[in-house]
């Protein structure tokens, strides 16, 4: 559990030169459970631009799972607006939803979620088939997919016959397969040893670093909060924390955050856990 | 697209073999009655259509007006038929041969026939050598009638296969052809006995004799009043089916002219018209295909009911695929599309079953039973699509109910 986190000279980032790939305004979520209304997120605002890499963290219960589900439009805010992509898309209706994640949101899950009857192959040409691609170029750029996480060898297994770390390195291909401007992972190493997890994380990494590509991280691992280029904080529904780590990542405009008299924050969060 | 949704529904067909079987049941069993039935139903109307041609699909019969008809008139002797009829018909056979082939008198008389000790009563037919082509009268033992026969008014007979048992034993038939019978006191020799046919409008119980002989030897005063020899039919062969009409009209007029019906009057005769049997056979034939194949129907209905039950649970326990394959992309229609289709692919391959199974079953019973079977072509298309529809239909509310689940619900479902 999450106790007591002191957080270190957080840096507030402002100013960035990109457009951002995400922009979310006063967003707020609630639930209604057994007549009692129960608000997930409170007035959220956060800005991710491309080719970060960032963590959003936070204890159970704290909406950093609730903010992941309206990042990937798999939910609707009660209230507030959602830009992707420079597109507004808080008001879209079931089938523009499923365009839009078609298009430009990658899924990683904890439980990896690969389809069991599929080959691996299959199952990173799903999302192509849904974007209607032909069955040679969905093929082609699934194999690529594949061979760009390390499982150019392993194309034609099912998911039973290869390991956690395959088929999260699956999962993350599929994620990729349709260029999507953004993708999300909720917990990708929590199914994981914590030697497999390091390597998916250096993967995902990897590709931040090689191809640009931005990564949310739904985690409330600290280590892996520390490998981020910054991280978001939420607590009961709030954003606690905003703090950039690292200076050099792709998206920032350098000069912008190289405030005088600042060194590279160090990781600026203690933890005790317990159990 | 739907190239790759129709892979994915056999996919979970096969992943689910045991399962996908059972439920196809219903429809396999729906669909292989239907065809079965209506195979055979077709080879038994063929069978019974071809008899009814050996009797004579050809044939016209004039039989006496029905005096108790409405529009019947109050006369002695209304409806009978005479040798007038049958000279003035047979002019009218000769002056169109391109309708009728030829013409055959039918005087039937109710008469005791004896051969030494035996005596029966039986009906004798006069005829004429070409009853042959308007009756089923095949010859067992030694010959028909012929012309001769009937220009010398020969005393001589064919008989019935039964009335030769009853008359001479059962096992010395063959040994009756030369001998003599007594028919009303009068002696007639054995020409000819039929092969024994069956049913109640077959000749077994008859004696055939020459019409002459019928006429001159037999019937003593048989006449009508003004109008000569009172005859209990006619028939008439024609040249071929299509016929039908144009003779029924030939003969029509002709009669109501030689029979002075007014106008406006009804005809005091009644013609038996092969097109009128062949219907009657039909329409209870296609009322006994009806039947079994609303029971086919019902079948599919029930093995429809089958497929939505499974596709209810197959949703629920795939629900969190539907929140992946959501999640990656896919439309409420695409997710809509997948499970419809997986419910055609469990009813049409289903149907496919069953209809495989009735050809062969059809092939097995046409062999063994010696019936020429086709198969109903037309049976497999309405099985197939009837399927189709079924799995369109029964597979609908499932596919919906996993169309319209919320993406993140489904996601979180375990």
Same mark, same amino acid.
């Given at each position: ?15 960035? %030169?990109? /457009? ?6 006063? %967003? ?58 420079? *597109?507004?898309?808080? &008001? ?42 032909? &069955? ?46 953004? @993708? ?26 090689? $191809? ?33 780590? /690292? ?10 955050? !190289? ?17 | ?85 049958? $000279? ?17 008198? !039918? ?56 009335? &030769? !048992? ?22 007639? $020799? @054995? ?27 037999? +019937? ?55 097109? *009128?049997?062949?219907?009657?056979? +039909?329409?209870?034939?296609? +009322? ?56 055609? &692919? ?69």
């Amino acid at each position: 559990m999450y106790h007591d986190t002191e957080y270190l000279t957080p840096v507030e980032v402002t100013d960035y %030169v990109t /457009e951002p790939v995400v922009r979310i305004e006063h %967003v707020t979520k609630d639930f209604v459970t057994g007549g009692n209304l129960f608000r997930a997120l409170d007035d959220v605002s956060l800005e991710i631009h491309r080719g970060e890499m960032i963590a959003i963290m936070g204890p159970s219960g704290s909406g950093k799972s609730t903010l992941m589900t309206i990042l990937g439009l798999l939910d609707v805010p009660t209230s507030g607006t959602y830009w992707l992509d420079g *597109q507004d898309v808080s &008001a879209l209706n079931r089938g523009q939803q499923a365009r839009v994640r078609n298009q430009k949101l990658g899924f990683v899950f904890q439980n990896f979620n690969l389809l069991p009857r599929l080959s691996a192959l299959k199952n990173v040409e799903l999302p192509l088939v849904y974007g209607r691609l032909g &069955a040679r170029e969905r093929e082609e750029r699934a194999r690529q997919a594949l061979e760009a996480v390390g499982l150019g060898a392993r194309l034609h297994n099912r998911p039973n016959e290869l390991s956690g770390g395959q088929k999260q390195r699956v999962a993350i291909a599929r994620a990729l397969v349709g260029n999507p401007a953004m @993708v999300l992972a909720d917990e990708p190493t929590g199914a994981l040893d914590t030697r497999t997890g390091a390597e998916i994380m250096g993967l995902f990494r990897q590709l931040n670093r090689e $191809q640009g590509i931005t990564i949310v991280v739904v985690t409330h691992d600290p280590e892996i909060g520390k490998q981020m280029d910054r991280v978001v904080g939420l607590r009961d529904g709030r954003i606690t924390e905003n703090i950039l780590q /690292e200076y050099y990542h792709v998206g920032v405009a350098t000069e912008e955050l !190289e405030l005088p008299g600042r060194d590279p924050v160090p990781v600026p969060v203690q933890v005790e856990q317990q159990g | 697209m739907f190239k790759e949704l129709g892979l994915m529904a056999l996919d979970s067909l096969r992943a689910n073999k045991f399962r996908s079987l059972l439920t196809m049941l219903g429809i396999i069993i729906g669909s292989a009655t239907l065809v079965a039935v209506l195979s055979l139903g077709n080879a038994l109307q063929s069978q019974v259509f071809e008899r009814f041609v050996d009797l004579g699909t050809r044939r016209i019969a004039v039989l006496p007006g029905d005096p108790q008809a409405r529009g019947a008139r109050d006369v002695p002797g209304y409806g009978l038929l005479s040798i007038r009829d049958y $000279q003035a018909l047979e002019q009218l056979v000769a002056r169109h041969p391109d309708v009728f082939r030829t013409i055959v008198p !039918e005087v039937s008389l109710r008469v005791q026939a004896r051969a030494g000790n035996s005596s029966v009563t039986s009906t004798v037919v006069g005829t004429t050598k070409d009853y042959q082509l308007v009756q089923t009268v095949p010859v067992m033992y030694g010959r028909f009638l012929t012309d001769t026969d009937d220009q010398q008014t020969a005393r001589v007979a064919v008989l019935g296969a039964l009335v &030769a !048992e009853d008359l001479f034993g059962k096992e010395n038939v063959a040994g009756a052809i030369g001998r003599t019978i007594e028919v009303n006191g009068k002696p007639l $020799q @054995v020409v000819g006995i039929l092969r024994q046919l069956g049913g109640p409008f077959s000749s077994d119980q008859r004696i055939l004799v020459p019409v002459s002989t019928a006429r001159l030897r037999i +019937a003593g005063n048989q006449d009508l009043p003004g109008r000569g020899l009172q005859m209990s039919s006619i028939l008439l062969n024609l040249q071929s089916e299509r016929m039908v009409e144009r003779g029924e009209r030939l003969v029509t007029s002709t009669l109501r002219a030689t029979r002075n019906v007014p106008d406006g009057v009804i005809d005091d005769f009644r013609l038996n018209l092969p097109t *009128q049997a062949l219907g009657v056979l +039909a329409g209870i034939n296609g +009322a006994i295909t009806g039947f079994i194949a609303l029971v086919a129907g019902i079948s599919l209905v029930v093995g429809g009911i089958g497929i939505m039950n499974i596709m209810l649970v197959a949703v629920t326990e795939r629900t969190r695929e539907i929140g992946v394959r959501k999640a990656l992309g896919a439309t409420d229609g695409d997710v809509l599309s997948q499970f419809v289709l997986e419910a055609v &692919a469990i009813s049409v391959v289903g149907s496919l079953i069953g209809v495989t199974s009735a050809i062969a079953l059809v092939a097995l019973v046409g062999a063994a039973a010696g019936l020429g079977v086709a198969i109903s072509w037309v049976a497999v298309g309405l099985a197939l699509a009837f399927a189709c529809i079924i799995g369109i239909g029964f597979g609908y509310y499932p596919a919906r109910r996993a169309a319209l689940l919320l993406p993140i619900e489904a996601l979180r479902y375990e």
